[in-house]
């Protein structure tokens, strides 16, 4: 069964430009069983120019801590802290959902500098 969502409306390249998003590596991994549905907590380098920053991803489906740990991945960098649970998460982890709605982590081809930013 295919996750169908409504498209967003169009915007220009200024709206888009406005989100900061950047790749890093996990660099570290730990379970999240306090939280409502299952997590894994995560510190991310972003290099040295932004340092590391922690998140909080749904990502139990296909993932386990020891599999996340060097790991690149993208993720927004630009947004208000968010509360998830007693964890405080500083950005927003990338992923897009499977058949079932399962979170698959957005994968970089190839190895890049940690905090390079999408254009």
């Not at 915007?11 to 996990?26: H, L």
């Not at 660099?27 to 997590?39: C, G, L, M, N, W």
Request: charged share 25%; aromatic share 8%; net charge neutral.
């Amino acid at each position: 069964m295919a996750v169908q969502q409504e498209r967003k409306p169009e915007i220009g390249f200024p709206d888009f430009d406005k989100v900061d998003i950047r790749v890093g590596t996990i660099v570290e991994a730990t379970p999240y069983p306090e939280a409502r549905k299952p997590a894994i907590k995560l510190r991310i380098d972003f290099g040295p120019l932004i340092g590391e920053k922690k998140s909080s991803a749904q990502v139990t489906k296909y993932y386990t801590p020891e599999t996340l740990v060097g790991r690149q991945v993208a993720a927004v960098i630009n947004f208000p802290p968010r509360q998830i649970g007693k964890f405080m998460s500083e950005v927003l982890t990338l992923g897009f959902p499977d058949s079932e709605g399962e979170v698959v982590l957005v994968a970089v081809e190839r190895p890049v500098p940690d905090g390079g930013r999408l254009f």
